[in-house]
């Protein structure tokens, strides 16, 4: 049996306060009852920076910023603890040099009625934070590509429906054309019907696009030759009242891509920025090497290239930043827009293994990025 007096305890007790006091997982302060620290140990250099005699003497409030401590969150977490005797909670505090850091306390009362000691137990919780925040972030791309692929499939069988009815159409208009009746209104009238069996067809290929049925033909390139070999026609789409610009950032690794789709990606995404400009403002074309969330689900980061479009006009309104991409989706007036611009963007993106990502242009308008996995050399 062990009794208080056993020395064995003693020496174990012993032990324990000595590990205790040496513990750098958590932070160990000890807080009169105004809230001055008069103990603490050596957890307290490992998360807030300071030694452990910089730390006696001086105020809880030093942990805090000084916004929350302002606002008393240091005196109301201690008067609860007081209160209640144990409290627990999430709370941003503040390292020697300034830093935040999302906190877990908890907080017990320990003395006595005339001599009130609080002893509080701080862990950095900022890394389990992050690593939560990417998993749900994680989850919320891997969810809209689901819901975007779900709509592929459907999409994708319906292209081709098109497609073999847009074929028949068009072969007949062909044996038609080939009889030369002579009749200068009949050939006019099929030559609309041709036109519009054409355009029917560019339809039914970024429909195609989108469900990622296409053939792509990816070649390791590198953006910058991709982006200087089709300048010219980029400039074109946008116009003369339509100021360029093209930053890609110096020696960025190659990617993986169809040629042909991505620059059909970018005409899409610059007549997207002119229409949304009316013509007049300013785009530009960037490039940056970065690392993403691998879009599967797992939390994974790798290296990507991103080629961002960005422009001045208007912006892409958050209440619809979910809907761009699904094909069909368009805000403009019947006959303006067929809603398959961007759904190519992503459908092509997505089949290269990448993804594309909306956000906000240094010039105030939308930037529309395709992200591609850096294509390394295979030796
Ligand atoms: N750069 C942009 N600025 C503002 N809105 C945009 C931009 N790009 C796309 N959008 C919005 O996304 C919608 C879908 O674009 P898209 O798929 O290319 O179809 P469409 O151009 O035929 O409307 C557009 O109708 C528009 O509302
Ligand atoms: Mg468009």
Redesign the pocket.
């Known amino acids: 049996m062990i009794t208080m007096a056993d020395p064995q305890l003693a020496v174990t007790e012993g032990a324990l306060a000595q590990g205790v006091m040496q513990l750098r997982s958590c932070a160990i302060l000890g807080l009169d009852g105004d809230g001055q620290i008069n103990a603490c140990n050596a957890g307290v250099e490992a998360i807030f920076g300071y030694s452990r005699d910089e730390l006696c003497g001086k105020g809880f409030a030093c942990l805090f910023s000084a916004a929350d401590a302002g606002r008393g969150a240091d005196r109301q977490v201690l008067e609860r603890a007081l209160e209640q005797n144990f409290e627990e909670m999430g709370l941003p505090m503040v390292r020697k040099d300034g830093t935040r850091f999302r906190a877990t306390l908890m907080l017990e009362q320990v003395g006595t009625a005339q001599q009130p000691q609080v002893l509080v137990v701080v862990r950095d919780i900022s890394e389990y934070f992050q690593t939560q925040k990417r998993v749900r972030e994680a989850q919320e791309i891997a969810l809209r590509a689901q819901r975007l692929d779900a709509v592929g499939k459907l999409t994708l069988g319906l292209s081709h429906d098109f497609n073999n009815l847009l074929s028949v159409i068009g072969n007949s208009l062909d044996m038609l054309a080939a009889r030369r009746t002579g009749d200068e209104s009949a050939r006019r009238i099929m030559d609309i019907a041709h036109r519009a069996v054409e355009r029917g067809t560019q339809l039914t290929r970024q429909m195609l696009a989108f469900g990622r049925g296409q053939t792509l033909v990816p070649q390791r390139s590198h953006v910058h030759d991709l982006v200087y070999g089709s300048l010219e026609l980029y400039r074109r789409v946008c116009g003369q009242t339509i100021q360029l610009g093209v930053e890609l950032e110096k020696d960025l690794p190659p990617i993986s891509v169809d040629v042909g789709q991505l620059e059909a990606a970018l005409l ?1 995404l610059l007549s ?2 002119r ?2 400009m009316h013509g007049v403002g300013k785009v530009v074309l960037e490039a940056r090497k970065q690392t993403m969330l691998v879009p599967n689900g797992h939390g994974e980061e790798a290296p990507f290239v991103c080629i961002t479009v960005g ?1 001045s ?4 309104q958050a209440e ?1 930043q979910d809907s ?1 991409f699904e094909p069909f ?4 007036g019947v006959g303006d ?7 190519q963007v992503y459908g092509f993106a997505a089949q290269s293994g990448g993804t594309a990502i909306i956000g906000t242009s240094a010039l105030g ?2 930037a529309i990025s395709l992200c591609f996995p850096v294509a390394y050399a295979t030796a």
């Open positions: 899409n997207n920025s229409d949304a422009d006009g208007p912006g892409i619809i761009v989706f368009t805000t403009k827009g067929s809603g398959l611009g961007l759904s308008g939308a």
